[in-house]
């Protein structure tokens, strides 16, 4: 087979370089994601029966075959499913679905040198089926897709491509035949097939049979349980059967997060065995990824693409539904606007949201791993599902600029001063960025903690909410805060310090109108800042316009994006703003204090993560003042 007809993709090549090279030990996880195929194409036949008169699905019953050939060294593994035409064989064993699945896997790889178990979880990347060429030289794929007449033969070495060609054999669903390599013979003992299908496969609905074919008398022999599993009752399911189960459907490996099996009965009655996995999807953050929840019907599989099971700010939630109070006959499209659908999504997210709840009161750190891993997902919700406002935003932490413990918004209010009528926040891509701001000088001189929001949804959420238990949601970084109303203990220094004001107002008219006439259009506005301690200057967003970290994100999508000018803000009590005051007043060197004020702009935009206005005046300055630091010798 050195001559393949096909070439793979140069994905998929690296991809099964990747998955041959980098797992040595679980090598019998093949066994696993082959025996979930065949019973995913199983699901598939039986649902085709229900609306597609032409497959009947009465006479035979469905059931995965594993075949040994002791003497060949020849594993088999065959199902009745729907089987695969040429072009489903082309697409699915030769190319990669998803995109971004190959840069995830890589970076499994490298970090994986020591640890090669975590390539286990690749049946979470939809590229199983390439597990087999861990122990197999070559693979030949047989199949005849249901309902139609010429059956298909696919073979590949695994290293180069695949050859594809029609073919005789007599098939219904798809056999695939595995040419152990020499090191791989365990997997001809019956016991060890027997261990791996127990191990990974005992929830599966449909029967696993062993059959040594080169055996005298050899018998057929049914390896696992073969029943649903969400069909038993929860108390006879261990731990170790639930994880298996939320791996077979691609959840991931080890303990979830939360597990919630519930048998469910009123006016609509329903089952859900339903995980949030330890740890999120690399493609979570697709925009094309939705919720991916298994709808069953009586035990049949329906389908994984009913968006109107849960919302997509749970679409982190791995699992299935089943219930009899659907028809069905419904057809896919129709279930989007069912009713029974919409009445189990309403009873399953109340379920859900009530269960977050319970996590993140008894299980603090629990709920910790849950709000990194999904946390800006669920805020999605705030956005989406005005009805459950107040319930999502219960939900929700946050961290301050003080510590990065994440808080509520309840636990924010109990601390607040008494006279602290807002909830602050500042918005910036990174943590470090929101602590780097000059606007937080003032919160941190007078002790009152800012929420930090870094997610690019809180951009959207936070405008539309507005409030919390009637405190206004309040950007540092937009508008005129005046802190010194908080400061309600000292009455007296507080008028003080507003005659103050004016009087350092009226001292900086000169300097402002100065540095307006310098910066022009630049700045919608330059006035005293009241909250700056440290920094010289800042900007600051006009109250009616966008946020800074709004504005950035709209430059994000479109590069010809121009914010609206903010407002600068001067420190009045900052040595270097006293400073060119005076030097103003001496009316000696106006370009110093002119160049000084562009400076200072320009720092102001560099600290927002901006470039300067200006790059080639900037440099023309900055170098004046270097050569003013640094004289001749
Ligand atoms: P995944 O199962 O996550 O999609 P795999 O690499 O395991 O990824 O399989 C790729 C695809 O090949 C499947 O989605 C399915 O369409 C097809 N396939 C694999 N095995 C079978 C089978 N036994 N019967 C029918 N189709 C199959
Ligand atoms: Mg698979």
Redesign the pocket.
């Known amino acids: 087979m050195t001559n393949m007809s096909n070439k793979f993709e140069a994905d998929t090549g690296k991809i099964l370089d990747i998955v041959i090279n980098s797992l040595y030990s679980e090598r019998e996880i093949f066994l696993r ?1 082959l025996v ?3 019973s ?2 199983l699901d598939k036949r039986k649902y085709l029966g229900l609306t597609d008169k032409k497959i009947n699905n009465s006479s035979d019953v469905s059931e995965i075959k594993i075949e040994v050939n002791n003497k060949e060294k020849i594993l088999t593994i065959s ?1 009745n ?4 035409n040429e072009e ?1 064989l082309k697409s ?2 030769g190319t990669i ?1 998803r995109s971004g699945t190959k840069a995830f896997l890589e970076q499994v790889a490298s970090n994986s040198k020591d640890k090669k178990s975590d390539m286990s979880m690749i ?1 979470q990347f ?5 597990a087999s060429f861990m122990v197999a030289d070559s693979v030949e794929v047989v ?1 005849k897709k249901a309902g139609e007449e010429q059956a298909w033969k696919w073979s590949s070495d695994g290293k180069t491509g695949f050859d594809l060609v029609k073919t005789d054999k007599e098939i219904a ?2 056999s ?1 035949t595995l040419k152990l390599k020499k090191d791989a013979k365990e997997f001809l003992e019956e016991t060890r097939l027997q261990f791996v299908v127990r191990k990974y496969s005992d929830h599966i609905s449909y029967p696993v049979k062993l059959l040594e074919i080169d055996k005298k008398d050899a018998k057929e022999k049914t390896l696992n349980e073969a029943s649903a599993l969400w069909t038993r009752p929860s108390k006879d399911i261990t731990e170790e059967q639930y994880q298996e189960f939320f791996s077979h459907i ?1 959840a991931g490996f080890g303990k979830p997060l939360l597990t919630m099996h519930n048998n469910t009965e009123g006016t609509i009655s329903y089952t859900n065995l339903i995980c949030i996995p330890s740890t999120r999807p690399f493609d979570l953050f697709n925009p094309d990824r939705k919720s991916s929840l298994k709808l069953y019907i009586n035990r049949v599989f329906i389908t994984d693409k009913c968006d109107a099971l849960v919302p997509s700010y749970l679409r982190f939630i791995k699992g299935l539904v089943d219930t009899q109070d659907i028809d069905l006959n419904v057809s896919r499209e129709m279930l989007q606007n069912n009713p029974a659908v919409s009445k189990i999504s309403k009873s399953l997210v109340g379920k859900i949201l009530r269960e977050l709840k319970k996590v993140s009161e008894k299980n603090v750190d629990g709920y910790k791993s849950f709000w990194k891993e999904y946390g800006a997902v669920l805020k999605e919700g705030l956005y989406e599902d005005a009805e459950r406002k107040e319930t999502l935003l219960d939900l929700c932490r946050f961290s301050t600029n003080e510590n990065d413990e994440i808080m509520s918004l309840s636990s924010y209010l109990e601390k607040m001063p008494e006279n602290q009528k807002d909830i602050y926040y500042i918005s910036a891509e990174t943590r470090s960025q929101a602590l780097a701001s000059p606007h937080l000088e003032g919160f941190k001189s007078k002790n009152i903690p800012v929420l930090i929001m870094t997610d690019a949804i809180d951009q959207f959420w936070l405008p539309m909410i507005g409030t919390f238990k009637d405190k206004k949601f309040t950007s540092i970084t937009q508008g005129q805060i005046n802190l010194d109303d908080l400061d309600e203990k000292n009455k007296d220094k507080k008028s003080e310090n507003k005659d103050q004001k004016e009087k350092q107002a009226k001292e900086f008219v000169d300097l402002i109108a100065q540095m307006k006439v310098v910066l022009g259009e630049q700045v919608k506005d330059i006035r005293l800042s009241s909250n700056l301690t440290d920094s010289p200057v800042c900007l600051v967003a006009d109250d009616g316009d966008m946020d800074i970290a709004m504005e950035q994100l709209m430059a994000q999508r479109d590069a010809n994006y121009k914010g609206a000018p903010r407002i600068l803000e001067i420190n009045g009590d900052h040595t270097l703003i006293k400073n060119m005051k005076s030097l103003l007043s001496k009316k000696e060197n106006n370009d110093l204090v002119s160049d000084a004020g562009t400076l200072l702009f320009e720092q102001a935009r560099l600290l927002e993560g901006k470039m300067p206005a200006d790059p080639a005046q900037f440099s023309k300055i900055m170098n004046q003042f270097l050569l003013k630091a640094i004289p001749t010798q």
């Open positions: 994601e979930s195929n065949a995913d194409a199902d499913g729907i089987g695969m489903d699915s064993l679905a049946g939809g590229v199983g089926f390439y199949s669903g798809t695939i691609g």
